[in-house]
């Protein structure tokens, strides 16, 4: 049951990261518009994503267009549309093998393959947290460099966005899971071999002594 426990937290884990996964790759909030100096305009912001950029205008209203041409945007915008993709892929696969390999299900009836499914499952989520963390990171590197250049003007400086947040949490909780699943997998996978030596040298001792 205690494993079984891990597990199913482990899988709440893994859900919640995918959702951030999915809110980083949909929301095009990974740069803000910066309202900075002596002349603060409120009337509109600017919000850039993976693949969209908005206009927010100050009565609600919000004009998005995607991005024109895909070899015009920047090498990290690239990278960082790659990475997570595949994140959330690999983390959508880990959560199956997961479910699939878990002691509270019975999809898998050899109870000595399931720890070994259950740390497939562990290195994929931790996979999908790095590449998560990985672009979200080099957005936020970029746009902290960007935003003390003294060669741009206050109106076009940009802060870091909600999905950059929304990013690394989502990061460090499939970091949390897949670490916890590669570890209690392994430790049951020596324990049980450890127990079946014992109890095999127990039952064959008997069975001499009358003979």
């Known amino acids: 049951m205690g494993s079984a426990g891990i597990q199913m937290g482990c899988m709440v884990l893994g859900i919640l990261g995918l959702i ?17 100096g002596s002349n603060i305009v409120t009337a509109q912001s600017s919000q850039e994503g993976l693949w969209t950029t908005c206009v927010v205008q100050s009565t609600g209203q919000q004009q998005c267009k995607n991005f024109d041409s895909l070899l015009e945007l920047g090498a990290e915008r690239q990278a960082a549309r790659a990475l997570t993709v595949i994140s959330g892929m690999a983390c959508c696969l880990s959560l199956l093998i997961l479910f699939c390999g878990a002691d509270f299900t019975t999809c898998v009836e050899n109870e000595d393959i399931k720890p070994k499914i259950s740390l497939v499952a562990g290195i994929g989520m931790l996979l999908a947290g790095i590449l998560v963390i990985i672009p979200v990171s080099w957005f936020a590197h970029n746009t902290v460099r960007d935003f003390y250049n003294p060669m741009l003007t206050n109106s076009s400086r940009m802060e870091l966005g909600t999905c950059i947040f929304v990013g690394w949490a989502a990061g460090v909780l499939l970091l949390i899971a897949g670490g916890l699943l590669c570890c209690f997998s392994r430790a049951k996978q020596s324990s049980s071999g450890g127990t079946a030596k014992y109890y095999s040298n127990s039952a064959s001792a008997p069975n001499k002594n009358y003979v």
């Open 20 to 36: 951030g996964i999915i809110v980083c790759c949909a929301v095009p909030s990974w740069r803000v518009s910066s309202f900075i």
